[in-house]
Structure formats: structure tokens, C-alpha cells
Nanobody, 122 residues
């Protein structure tokens, strides 16, 4: 079964750092772009970072650019989000996501993890 499992969230003080992990299974991880999203209470889901299948190209939301780094290890089927200089406004549930071909994965064409909570507070 296609699965994405996030981990690494927690409570951190402003200015601190945290690294999130997303373990993928059930598909050829190295063939697909991976995404990190976040959703704060009362807010719409926001795309935070994107990484292409080989990791050669990455992209970030303006709000996190220069502070967050997305990376992947295709040998471990894992995508990471390193978060530095954290701010209270970074507080959200962070989700891992990928879009798979509907024809090949008819029930998992838009796949999400369960999310991991990141709280930035003094």
C-alpha cells in the first residue's frame, strides 16, 4: 500500500531548528516529486517546499525561503525538511505529499501522510 509517514515534529523555541522526515513506501519513490505542505489552525493548507525526483531542483514558499531546506535520500525512500530560524508563524501541522499517476495508483493518486505537529513558542 502507498504510505507516507511523517515524523520529527515537536515544540521548539523561536530561532531554533527542527528536522522533519517522511518515510515513503508502496511506490517507486525515486521516480516522483515530493512536497511538504503545512496547515495552521484556521488557515488554508500551504505548499512549503518541493523537490524533484532526483533532488536536482527544489522550490520554496517565500515565507520559508532561506530558512528551510528540503532534501531526499532515494536509497532510504525518505524526504526531509530541515527548518532553521523558526518563527512562531511556522507553527502548523506539516504534511508530506506526492501525486502519483491515477492510472497506476487509482486509489492513491494524491497521497498524504498523517502529519506531524510543529509548535514554535517561548
Amino acid at each position: 500500500q502507498v504510505q507516507l509517514v511523517e515524523s520529527g515534529g515537536g515544540l521548539v523555541q523561536p530561532g531554533g531548528s527542527l528536522t522533519l522526515s517522511c518515510a515513503a513506501s508502496g511506490f517507486t519513490f525515486s521516480s516522483y516529486t515530493m512536497n511538504w505542505y503545512r496547515q495552521a489552525p484556521g488557515k488554508e493548507r500551504e505548499l512549503v517546499a518541493v523537490i524533484t525526483s532526483t533532488g536536482k531542483i527544489t522550490n520554496y514558499a517565500d515565507s520559508v525561503k532561506g530558512r528551510f531546506t528540503i532534501s531526499r535520500d532515494n536509497g532510504k525512500n525518505t524526504v526531509y525538511l530541515q527548518m532553521n530560524s523558526l518563527k512562531p508563524e511556522d507553527t502548523a501541522v506539516y504534511y508530506c505529499n506526492t501525486r502519483l499517476p491515477r492510472s497506476a495508483y487509482p486509489k492513491s493518486y494524491d497521497t498524504w501522510g498523517q502529519g506531524t505537529q510543529v509548535t514554535v513558542s517561548s
